[in-house]
């Protein structure tokens, strides 16, 4: 994700952006955000639906917001994200908006021209917002790095064919390669 100018930016910044143009702003460095390509776009879907589909089930409070969803991570103007997936559950941090501090889980799906933007300057943006869960998908290498922030030794890296068990449910288990199906 290329960085647009070398300048303090606040949200008012991200507002005032070109229609259609879409970026993130981390610590007042805006940062534009490629156009997804299909396989992103079906894991969006799929994580989605099935996220969705046991909240329900299980008549949970939690709310699945797949992008574009605003999440203004800390009480400031200076960091604005649209996580690939965004679960919350304390309804009070939800406006017209969109989520005011951090989700409980976020899943971010990695793009060809910048995995590293989600390895690096997220996970420590997730991790000190608050953010319970946080999954890096990366459909290039087929796996994904869970980090539970609760319990750091339950993070770990799982293959697509692996069930991956989600630390904030203690009953539901995602497995991407079936989910793709």
């Known amino acids: 994700m290329p960085q647009l100018k070398e300048k303090n930016y606040t949200i008012k910044d991200i507002y005032a952006l070109p229609d259609g143009q879409r970026a993130e702003l981390i610590d007042g460095v805006i940062y534009d955000m490629t156009p997804p390509n299909r396989m992103h776009q079906e894991l969006v879907s799929q994580f989605t639906k099935t996220i969705g589909q046991y909240i329900d089930k299980n008549d949970g409070l939690c709310k699945v917001y797949p992008a574009p969803f605003a999440v203004f991570l800390n009480k400031d103007d200076k960091n604005y994200v649209e996580p690939d997936i ?21 899943i971010e799906i990695t793009s060809p021209s910048n995995p590293q933007h989600d390895y690096g300057i997220k996970l420590f943006k997730y991790r000190n917002a608050g953010v319970r869960e946080y999954w890096i998908v990366n459909p290039q290498k087929k796996t994904v790095m869970v980090y539970d922030f609760e319990n750091e030794t339950k993070s770990n ?9 989600v630390c904030i449910y203690d009953n539901l288990v995602i497995n991407i390669e079936n989910m793709l199906l």
């Open 86 to 106: 965004s679960v919350i559950c304390d309804k009070s941090k939800l406006d017209d908006r969109g989520c005011n501090g951090a989700p409980d889980w976020v």
């Open 157 to 165: 890296q799982y293959s697509f064919e692996d069930d991956i068990p």
